[in-house]
């Protein structure tokens, strides 16, 4: 195949949400139709083991969330698929918003009975700023549920996108007879024991009108999809593929992922319509996919893959050109040519080891602390991709070390996690004590679990008070010298040495902002 054929056959997409819509499950249901995997793990239930294939780490096992995304890849019909499971935990987020650097388009999954939730704005904020091209799966229709019109009102409303229907529901709850496909005209009507598996009846029915109908799912549930779809052909223009792509129209569809209702719907028009992989911003100009030499840029490290072996993966985005294992690459910020003999492509947490990527792929590259998020790899030219988010934190406590003889261990876990981009670290310039800075609370418990479980290393946390941590800089020497002097008890250096004020008052902050004039206040790592 040529690079334009195999460029043309990927889809790389991230599945996002507010926690417990299901999006897990939805993950699970799309690999089973990609013939990923055999039978879905049961994600809701602690007492099968087995667990969600894309939530591998034990802290997601034991606490039925995922709180690291997860990359996995399969082929579906001469389609290459990447889909990025991400966290949908607030807390989380940060995790969230740089996966969605790295993919082309969405689905967001709404839970039917819920419907749209704070996290699920927020998200969608993302996605406009990127002007990502959105999909919504309204989720769990086999509970009672609001009114399927309700909840495209909803959608439109709260995430300001147009949207457009591409299948229906036939009711909900204990009543749900299936969903009606618009894109393609078929029904599909499922008997929920065949929930685990892929084998799913599809009954074609071209004309609404049909007394077929009537005969598979009563004469009352008929007589209202007749009007239901009256109802959309009349309120909704026709489905245009070129506003979705601009990010301006959100087409729906409605299912329940756990009984592998609508799934097949979703996956099949997904192929037709989403976008391959498209162009990437640098500083100083647009990658084409198309261009012959590779570029591509690290949007996550993760620690501890495989806990045997205490290897740490960086998960590459290839945005131009072929990737080739054993071929040497330009390191941008070091300036070093590296080469990699084991590239891997991932299905969670099962890897193999491939020899050639294409844009649109994700591939994992062995790190021994070399690499930091955002890092460039190319084939000569210096360039540097944009819009890669990292947040100021917003909670902050002292990290002390519980056991004395676990020093070295607790060490290298502190220095290994920082790495992931998931919280902060900052050494105190009064006292020389570590300082962890994240998004949210429920990151400490996922540090002092991972350092105990994947280091060996016990942690202590003390409160700090701190109101917010901002990185500063100033062309004028003097008056940053003075800054330091006066402000020495809130001064910070950060993992990269770069100093950071740690205000402990929102008045504190305005004062130090107004009384110098000349010095530059970031609230974001990335400048």
Known sequence: ???????????????????????????????????????????????????????????????????????????????????????????????????????????????????????????????????TPVIVFINKLDRPCKDPFDLLDEVEKELHIRVRPLSFPISSGDTFKGVYNIYEHNLSLFTSDERQTADASTVEISDLASPELDRYIGERYATRLREDIELIEGVYDPFDRQPYLEGDLAPVFFGSAVNNFGVRELLECFLRIAPSPRPAPTETRLVEPQEEKMTGFVFKIHANMDPNHRNRIAFLKICSGMFERNKNYLHVRSGKQLKFSSPTAFMAEKKSVIDFAYPGDIVGLHDTGNFKIGDTFTEGEKLKFTGIPSFAPEQFRYIENADPLKFKQLAKGIDQLMDEGVAQLFTSSLNGRKIIGTVGALQFEVIEYRLAHEYGAACRWEPISIYKACWIESDNAAQLADFKRRKHTNMAVDKHGRDVYLADTSYALALAQENFKDIRFHFTSEF
Do not use: W
């Not at 807390?91 to 996290?119: C, H, M, N, P």
């Open 1 to 131: 195949m040529t690079l334009q054929e195999e460029i043309a056959r990927r889809r790389t997409f991230a599945v996002i949400a507010h926690p417990d819509a299901g999006k897990t499950t939805l993950t699970e249901k799309l690999l089973l139709f990609g013939g990923a995997i055999h039978v879905a793990g049961a994600v809701k239930s602690n007492k099968i083991k087995k667990g969600a294939t894309s939530d591998f780490m034990e802290i997601e096992r034991q606490r039925g969330i995922s709180v690291a995304t997860s990359v996995m890849g399969f082929e579906y019909e001469g389609c290459k698929i990447n889909i990025l499971d991400t966290p949908g935990h607030e807390d989380f987020a940060e995790d969230t918003y740089r996966t969605l650097t790295a993919v082309d388009s969405v689905i967001i999954v709404i839970d039917g009975a819920k419907g749209v939730e704070s996290q699920t704005r927020k998200l969608m904020e993302v996605c406009r700023m990127r002007k």
